[in-house]
């Protein structure tokens, strides 16, 4: 079965960072994109970051730019996301999950796709919260 296993969750005061891992199982990572998104209660998924696998080119939304850093380790086929200067509203389930662009080029529009409309291979989840 294809999934992804997110770890690094947990509880952080306003301000604090926390650095999410998301591992593959049973699948490379090579030609696919990864995205991680987040479920916030009361509302709707949210794309945060989505990087292409082989040349570590990232897309972020307005939202979180700035704060957010997706980035991967080749050698341990494990993609991060740092989060840094995190408030309340971060708080949520964060997910990473995975695609497979049918283009090698234009790689924002490529993420902005999908962290807009979804990715086909997802993990279970992470909770992060932080507190005010």
């Known amino acids: 079965q294809m999934q992804f296993v997110e770890s690094g969750g947990g509880l952080v005061q306003t301000g604090g960072s926390l650095r999410l891992s998301c591992v593959p199982s049973?699948?490379?990572?090579?030609?696919?994109?990864i995205g991680w998104f987040r479920q916030i209660p009361g509302k709707g998924r949210e794309g945060v970051a989505c990087?292409?696998?082989?040349?570590?080119?990232?897309y972020y939304p307005d939202s979180v730019k700035g704060r957010f850093t997706i980035s991967r380790d080749m050698a341990k086929s494990t993609v991060y996301l740092q989060m840094d200067n995190l408030k309340p509203e971060d708080t949520g389930v964060y997910f990473c999950?995975?695609?497979?662009?049918?283009?090698?080029?234009?790689?924002?529009?490529?993420?902005?796709?999908?962290?807009?409309?979804?990715?086909?291979?997802w993990g279970k989840g992470t909770q992060v919260t932080v507190s005010a």
């Open positions: 999950a995975a695609d497979t662009p049918a283009s090698e080029r234009n790689t924002q529009a490529v993420c902005r796709m999908y962290l807009t409309y979804g990715m086909d291979f």
């Open positions: 049973g699948f490379s990572l090579d030609k696919k994109a």
């Open positions: 990087v292409r696998y082989s040349d570590g080119e990232a």
